[in-house]
């Protein structure tokens, strides 16, 4: 597959006011240009591939959003270079983004006091949609995104799970190839996620190209098979979701049920760092660096005659987290 998005040392910096505290010292910043210089993305290359599904993450304040508006021409880049689709985003803006679907879940493009549809008709004559591809698609996509009973209901007054759906919509009518998407699950309840996703699934399988940004690591679960970690404006790892889980895969946790009650003090083997018995089930957490949980296995099926066993890796959230913390180079 080709390259759709290729972005070379991207950097954009913002000068925002340093602050000083008090009404005197305001005046004070206003006069005195008492500026600092944030790199809100720091020298970001990254190249993306037709039909791909890639998670953006980082922390807040990470550079995520201004990443996406440099993306979608919103925003021209300090320096670096952007092209994507054979485009300068924000430079042949016009043309550009009648190639790309783009929603900000903080932020809504649907017209607020109009009903829901009558801004669909909107988008319509906006991207020359014809007729038919415009009936089929809003069909397809009121269906699997249950917002038929919205349509006529303006956007002011949809709940923000309703609202993100009709966005959803918006942004995917005519067809575009590229789809950003920065936080489209914030706020919502189980159901509209799961809709939301079961959706992107269908968009993405289609063959559009998706770049999801999120806190939510079931959507990322769920959905990226590749994630970009932002931190500090830098790309700090690029790669399978996978592969972050194999680095700081260290332990495991086993949970056996045996036939019947064992003595546990037979389970003292090396790598295992704790046991934990609650009638016939026992509970190991082991050091994968010592063991593995297959020579676990092995040795208990060998001395003992078991009812079920399960292996249970460390949750992707946590992982995320001590990379957020620490880095991704330690582990
Ligand atoms: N227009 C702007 N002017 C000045 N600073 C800005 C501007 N937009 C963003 N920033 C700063 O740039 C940094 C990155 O912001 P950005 O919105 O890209 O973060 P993010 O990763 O999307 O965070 P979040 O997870 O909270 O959405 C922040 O420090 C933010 O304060
Ligand atoms: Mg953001």
Redesign the pocket.
Known sequence: MKNIIEIKKVLKQ?K?LKRKTGLKSSFTNFFSRDYKI?K?VNNVSLTIKEGEFVGVI??????????IKILTGVLTPSSGTVKVLNYIPYKQRKEYTKNIGVVFGQRTQLWWDLPVKDTFELFKYIYKIPEEKFKNNLNRFVDVLDIDKYLDTPTRKLSLGERMRCDLVASLLHEPKIVFL??PTIGLDVEAKFRIREFLKEVNANGTTIIL?T?DMSDIEELCPRIVI?DK?KKIYDGLVDNVKKKFRKQRILVIDFFEEIDESKLKWKGIKTIKKEGDRVTLIIDTTKTTASDVIKKILSKWPIYDITVEEPEIEEVIRKIYKKGFNVS
Do not use: Y
Not at 58 to 66: H, I, V, W
């Open positions: 913002f925002v944030i809100a980082g922390p807040n304040g990470a550079g995520k959003s201004t990443l920065d936080e940004t806190h932002i404006g």
